[in-house]
């Protein structure tokens, strides 16, 4: 007879709507499908993205491959794709301050025309310039200026001549040095003839001649002043042609822009600029400079050309931006740097944009957990949120370079809503610690480890799938692989009524299936290849279960699978190494003698016992009392040990195996060594879930099946785990057999029914537990040591 707590076959898997998977199959409506499941997620996004206040964005919290990008991506894109294009935004040349560009802000797609239109400005300036200056009408008027000097000049020198003809000396010039010499004669005499002369001769024209030198200075001494007035009037010359040169091209420009307010500031203090700038560089002296075309154009743009740092067209609506690597560079801009003659120079042309420029006026998304752990981006999103503004600050001191010339680009308005992806750890840790995240982060996207499994999640479930296998170039899936991968997806939840929300791991298993479906050269995936798939990636990643199943086969671990044994119990672990997961028989054993020392924890006691596990044992001492000491003080010393274990052990899995143990060394009644047990208790007896069950039978079960299944072989496992049940195909169908059994069990008592095969007893109404039952023996036991030990058997 099977006993009460034993599982059916059917039991042990949930069953899929075969039905509507193959409607979904059918339905091209699936293929729009963007969340599978998922509601609390949907109507937060939606709330999220719908309101338009300050402070509401939004916290995306889940699971790491649940498709939270994905899906958040996709729902924002279809709530903007009505929504208008933001403005366009450029920093300009401040001539008054070079090292603080303004910014400019133009409608969508504007921005590139007036980058345009300033190219053709300095096209045509490149063309008037230096042509301009040959026109007769500037030239004649320059030779004009050069003329009213000159004649100045020449009539001071003439003054200054004739007096000296009248004193019989000759004024020489040559190449603008002015010389005397006296003339005897009729004719001036040379430096021989000179020293001929009687001294009182010679005297006398050295102090004609500095009389005259004397002279000549008076009648210069207003020549530098000349000079800077015949410059000036150059000078107003050049600017006024310049003017005229410069004055329709930029009257174009103002008539064009006339509605543009800052374009037009722009233009206005461009000018002055301009007419300087043509005068230095364009002017015709620099004619024969021989300069580059090249050069003189590399200047004018370096000077007037916008510095376009985010453009859209005007159908392209609000942007949705994702910054994969949150640096302070790439999410606030940076100014870029080249050197100069061994300087560090920059300018406003150098201003690079980054991921908040591009989604103002949109939407960025971030990877909370990576851009937390970036210097200054925390502190700097938060300031940007608050006010409203965004502000480059390079960080010069930071960076090692204090002594070089920066910038400090005027601050742009910024209206954007931040979606953060991040773990669940993040979140509450902020919500904790940064005063501002609850007023700027007012929105919770929580996504869902697991969705329920119905009709809809079905339906969406399929439709995805159906549109990666679109993407990824196969032509269709069949109903037996849709239905497999829905049970991967339950499989990988664990638990028979809901869906894995990690669907990158559904679609990993689905390219893993593509590989074996084109060896075979065919475009349809089959569950064959799903099935193939999935024993590949066992065998890849199975080598340290494989090593540990060949351990207990070659009698290194000691675990038995039949017969019966006192104190000792076949246990249940999983383990999970890299991606590998599994589960593997260990060892549990007991000892009870006389003493008080209590139930010890051998693992415990030698620090290879975390905090749970501990926890786990010392329950069993409260159950022990609960149940068999209240009338006498529980007094006993017994140690419990999870042999050959040798690293750290973690979880109460292992308590009602221990308790078992535990038990079976106190009543000294053998425990069925084929069987094995998980689950954990409270002090009350009630037996709880424990996770990993699905891999802790199938350990078990490969363990049986290669030393042959005896028929008694099988697993307690707790009641409420029954749930969690989607085990494989061959497990199910040797159950089904007769051959391998699944016992449910929600108490203790249950538990030692099923191990024990004997009797436990139920307590009476006088207080008693049945003669010859275990709980009997249990009480008995006790008595006996806690008389044994406090001396109340001597008389």
């Keep these: ?44 996004l939606d709330f999220g993205l719908g309101i338009d206040a300050r402070g509401y964005n939004l916290y995306v919290m889940g699971e790491a491959a649940t498709g939270r990008f994905t899906l958040v991506r996709e729902h924002i894109a279809r709530h903007v794709s009505n929504a208008a294009s933001p403005d366009d935004w450029c920093y300009i040349n401040n001539f008054e301050d070079e090292r603080e560009p303004f910014a400019l802000h133009l409608p969508a797609g504007d921005s590139r025309k007036l980058l345009k239109d300033m190219n053709g400005l300095i096209d045509e300036l490149l063309d008037t310039f230096p042509a301009a200056f040959d026109n007769p009408g500037y030239q004649r008027k320059k030779a004009n200026i050069k003329r009213q000097f000159d004649k100045r000049y020449e009539k001071a020198i003439e003054e200054v001549e004739q007096f000296a003809q009248s004193q019989d000396v000759a004024l020489y010039e040559e190449s603008g040095t002015i010389s005397f010499a006296p003339i005897v004669e009729g004719k001036p005499v040379t430096d021989e003839e000179f020293a001929k002369l009687s001294e009182q001769q010679r005297q006398h024209f050295y ?50 822009y006339a509605a543009d307010l800052g374009i037009l500031k722009f233009l206005r203090q461009l000018r002055p600029h301009l007419v300087e700038t043509v005068v230095e560089i364009l002017a015709e002296e620099n004619k024969d400079e021989k300069q580059d075309e090249y050069d003189k154009r590399s200047v004018l743009e370096e000077q007037y050309l916008p510095n376009i740092l985010v ?27 080249t050197n100069v003659q061994g300087s560090v120079f920059t300018n406003y042309r150098m201003i690079r944009p980054g991921a908040l420029h591009k989604a103002n006026g949109g939407y960025l998304l971030l990877d909370a ?96 799938v159906r549109h990666q296998i679109q993407d990824m170039g196969l032509q269709s899936i069949s109903a037996k692989a849709m239905y497999r991968l829905v049970e991967f997806s339950l499989r990988l939840a664990e638990h028979q009524h809901r869906m894995s929300a990690r669907f990158a791991d559904v679609i990993e298993l689905l390219h893993e299936a593509r590989y074996f479906c084109q060896k075979e050269q065919t475009d ?42 006192i104190g000792k119990v076949n246990g249940l672990t999983v383990l999970e190494i890299g991606d590998s997961l599994f589960g593997t028989p260990a060892r549990i054993s007991s000892t009870v003698y006389a003493g008080a020392n209590g139930v010890v924890d051998i693992e415990r006691e030698v620090e290879l016992g975390r905090p749970i596990h501990s926890k786990g044992v010392m329950l069993l001492t409260g ?57 954990s208790i409270n002090q009350y007896g ?47 169908q040797s159950v089904k057999q007769g051959r391998f059994h699944i016992f449910a069990v929600e108490t203790v008592d249950q538990a030692l029914s099923v191990l024990m ?39």
Aim: hydrophobic share 35%; aromatic share 6%; glycine share 6%.
């Design 524 to 565: 349809c995936l089959d569950v064959s290849h799903i099935e193939t798939a999935l024993e590949a990636k066992t065998r890849r990643s199975g080598r340290i279960s494989q090593a540990l199943l060949d351990d207990i086969k070659e009698g290194q671990i000691l675990i038995e699978t039949e017969g019966e044994a």
């Design 369 to 464: 957990d990576k851009m937390i752990q970036q210097p200054y981006v925390w502190e700097a999103l938060k300031l940007a949120l608050m006010h409203g503004e965004l502000k480059m600050d390079p960080h010069q001191h930071d960076i090692g370079m204090v002594n070089s010339m920066t910038l400090t680009p005027q601050s742009i308005p910024v209206k954007v809503k931040v979606v953060l992806m991040g773990s669940r750890d993040l979140y509450y840790t902020l919500q904790e610690y940064e005063d501002e995240f609850d007023e700027l982060f007012r929105v919770l996207v929580d996504f869902d480890y697991e969705i329920p499994l119905d009709n809809v999640t079905l339906f969406d479930f399929v439709g995805r």
């Design 1 to 44: 007879m099977p006993h009460a707590t034993e599982l059916t076959h059917q039991q042990l898997t949930a069953k899929p709507s075969r039905q509507k998977i193959n409607q979904a199959l059918k339905d091209e409506r699936a293929l729009s499908a963007s969340f599978i499941g998922q509601n609390r997620a949907r109507e937060a």
């Design 207 to 256: 102090d004609l001649i500095n009389q005259l030198e004397d002279r000549l200075s008076e009648q210069l001494l207003e020549l530098p002043q000349w000079k800077r007035e015949s410059s000036e009037m150059q000078r107003k010359l050049k600017k006024e042609t310049a003017e005229l040169g410069i004055k329709p091209i930029l009257k174009e420009l103002e008539h064009k």
């Design 311 to 337: 453009s859209h067209d005007i159908n392209d609506g609000a942007p949705v931006v994702y910054e994969a690597n949150p640096t302070y560079q790439n999410l606030f801009g940076r100014i870029e740097y």
């Design 757 to 795: 095969n004997r009797e436990v007893g139920v307590l009476s109404s006088r207080g008693r537990y049945p003669k010859g039952t275990i709980n009997s023996l249990a009480v008995n036991r006790l008595q006996q040591i806690a008389h044994i030990v406090n001396g109340s058997d001597q008389e």
């Design 686 to 732: 009630q037996v709880q879930s424990v996770g990993g069950v699905n891999e802790k039978i199938e350990g078990f079960y490969k363990l049986c099946e290669h030393r042959g299944l005896t028929g008694n072989q099988g697993v307690v496992i707790p009641k409420s785990n029954q749930i969690n049940l989607m085990l494989e195909k061959e497990v199910i």
């Design 623 to 679: 159950y022990l009392g609960h149940k068999y000491a209240q009338w006498f003080p529980l007094t006993l010393s017994a140690n419990i040990a999870i042999e050959q274990s040798y690293g750290q052990i973690d979880g109460d899995s292992a308590s009602l195996a221990e308790l078992v143990a535990l038990i079976s060394a106190l009543t000294l009644t053998p425990v069925k060594q084929e069987l094995a047990v998980t689950g």
